[in-house]
DNA sequence: TCCGTGACGCGAT
DNA sequence: CATCGCGCCACGG
């Protein structure tokens, strides 16, 4: 019964779905808050892989560290508009992390 | 078992 | 402010 109760990935990244599933909407996380908050602080692309099999999470909600998007191509035009949609603004390419920034449960 | 890969992070140049 | 390089971690061939 300790902290690192992992063992094997599996429960790794269903703390990290939780804690993504747990972003409201209008705020947004780095990957490397999504591993820090799931226990892992070195296990920012962990959070990635987390997402590949999002199935219902929102994953939009997710975003590089300093509010950069890392997702390339259409998949990163269509991640920008879900948060505008959701009432997140940008600067120049970048979320205004100082906005909205997820810091926990504290909101 | 070794090697390459990835929606990363961060310091150095 | 743009790039590069190195470190981290789990997975698949």
Redesign the pocket.
């Known amino acids: 019964m300790r902290e690192r109760e992992?063992g094997?990935?599996e429960s790794?990244f269903a703390l990290m779905r939780a804690v993504i599933a747990g972003v409201p909407r209008g705020k947004v996380i780095?990957?490397?808050q999504v591993a820090e908050k799931a226990g892992?602080p070195?296990?920012?692309?962990?959070?990635?892989?987390s997402?590949?099999d999002?199935k219902g999470l929102p994953?939009h909600r997710?975003v590089?560290?300093g509010g950069r998007i890392?997702?390339?191509g259409e998949k990163g035009l269509d991640?920008r508009l879900r948060l505008e949609m959701e009432g997140v603004t940008f600067r120049g390419g970048r979320v205004r992390m100082d906005a909205h920034e997820w810091k926990g449960k504290a909101r």
């Open positions: 992992v094997r990935g790794m780095t990957y490397g892992f070195k296990a920012a692309r962990q959070a990635v892989w997402l590949r999002a994953w997710v590089a560290a890392a997702l390339p991640q």
